[in-house]
């Protein structure tokens, strides 16, 4: 496949049919309308369907029952939707059924949802993160793939940026290696066997098996699946001119692409700052940021929000200094381009924050 001109919603679109998506729902809400226009566009071409349904409460029981099916199979919304998914997400965790989930969110102030889960129970899913249109066609693509190694859905984090800047991309289909057979799948072969198939949240046998797992043993279970997740996925980051560091500025998703800018301008008028970005905001790459802030003095935690992975960046690295420099910051809409977010405004926060570490040092 060539590389194309696309706007990321579009692009995204393109990677999931690459992929293998076949079914796909969702209610529209802008920036993820743009996604579910461009899968409904896609979609009939390939043999696959895609609803739009009554509400992200339908839109994810689709789903649901189109991966059960063995189809691969997504959803998503902006966070708001996403709080009514909340229940189904933790729901598929115990029943162990793969689906990519798709946050495309206004602002990042989604973080504890996509990381910590407003379901209940014991679960985790991965999230992936990524700064821009080329890197987000190959997470995505690579989420479906961790969703069927795991068996476990995977949250994709997108955002207004990310849906309507325009890049040229290649979009065919990336190979991320062997997957185990799909044998759980319900596709009606063992119907009528007495010995069908069930995909549960609450057990993985039928109440009349001659050896079954009650309910509270198979919530047992909960721990080791996330173990596995944990040990499948290994975390990916992206970190630069941390090696002799004062100061290592941590930002994730489109944010982030403007502070790595900002740094490297900042690093060739000599100031010693450094760059770090998780990619993979679980599982968090902790160790990757102990070793990228060896040399630093201070962290600061870029992000439109209050303050949300400034928690994962303490837990992280406990012998040093680490701050919030972001802000909640967003246009008229609530969820367009968020007037913080220019270069200028950036290194001001970054020199600000260094200049009172400074002081702190000096006195």
Same mark, same amino acid.
Do not use: H
């Given at each position: 496949m060539s590389v194309e001109l696309l706007e990321g919603s579009d692009a995204l679109a393109h990677a999931m049919v690459s992929a293998g998506c076949r079914f796909f729902a969702g209610y529209p809400m802008t920036p993820f309308t743009e996604v579910l226009e461009g899968m409904a566009r896609l979609l009939p071409d390939v043999g696959g369907d895609c609803v739009n349904a009554e509400s992200e409460l339908e839109a994810i029981g689709m789903a649901w029952g189109a991966a059960a099916a063995g189809l691969r199979a997504a959803t998503g919304s902006v966070g708001q939707g996403l709080s009514l998914m909340q229940e189904s997400i933790a729901e598929l965790c115990f029943a162990r059924v793969p689906m990519v989930v798709l946050n495309m969110a206004r602002g990042q102030g989604d973080y504890y949802q996509a990381t910590r889960g407003g379901g209940h129970g014991d679960y985790r899913t991965v999230v992936l993160a990524p700064a821009g249109i080329a890197e987000a066609v190959t997470l995505i693509q690579q989420a479906f793939h961790i969703a069927d190694l795991t068996r476990n859905p995977v949250m994709f984090m997108g955002d207004y940026y990310l849906a309507h800047v325009i890049e040229a991309v290649e979009t065919g289909p990336a190979d991320f290696g062997a997957l185990?057979?799909?044998?759980?799948?319900?596709?009606?072969?063992?119907?009528?066997?007495?010995?069908?198939?069930?995909?549960?949240?609450?057990?993985?046998?039928?109440?009349?098996?001659?050896?079954?797992?009650?309910?509270?043993?198979?919530?047992?279970?909960?721990?080791?699946?996330?173990?596995?997740?944990?040990? &499948?996925?290994?975390?990916?980051?992206? &970190?630069?001119?941390?090696?002799?560091?004062?100061?290592?500025?941590? @930002?994730?998703?489109?944010?982030?692409?403007?502070?790595?800018?900002?740094?490297?301008?900042?690093?060739?008028?000599?100031?010693?700052?450094? +760059? +770090?970005?998780?990619?993979? *905001?679980?599982?968090?790459?902790?160790?990757? *940021?102990?070793? @990228?802030?060896?040399?630093?003095? &201070?962290?600061?935690?870029?992000?439109?929000?209050?303050?949300?992975?400034?928690?994962?960046? *303490?837990?992280?690295?406990?012998?040093?200094?680490?701050?919030?420099?972001?802000?909640?910051? +967003?246009?008229?809409?609530?969820?367009?381009? &968020?007037p913080e977010l220019t270069p200028e405004k950036v290194e001001a926060r970054i020199s600000a924050a260094m200049a009172r570490l400074g002081q702190e040092i000096a006195a």
């Open positions: 185990p057979a799909n044998d759980w799948m319900l596709d009606g072969s063992t119907s009528g066997t007495g010995n069908a198939r069930i995909l549960s949240s609450i057990m993985t046998t039928k109440r009349n098996a001659p050896v079954w797992v009650n309910y509270g043993q198979y919530l047992e279970t909960s721990g080791a699946k996330i173990a596995g997740v944990r040990a &499948a996925v290994p975390p990916m980051y992206e &970190a630069g001119w941390c090696e002799d560091a004062d100061y290592v500025v941590a @930002a994730y998703g489109t944010p982030a692409r403007i502070v790595r800018y900002v740094v490297g301008r900042m690093r060739e008028r000599g100031v010693r700052v450094g +760059f +770090f970005r998780p990619i993979t *905001l679980w599982p968090f790459p902790k160790e990757a *940021l102990v070793a @990228a802030t060896r040399s630093a003095r &201070a962290i600061g935690v870029y992000e439109l929000n209050a303050g949300q992975m400034i928690d994962d960046v *303490l837990l992280s690295v406990r012998d040093r200094e680490a701050e919030s420099i972001g802000g909640l910051s +967003f246009d008229s809409s609530g969820f367009g381009v &968020a």
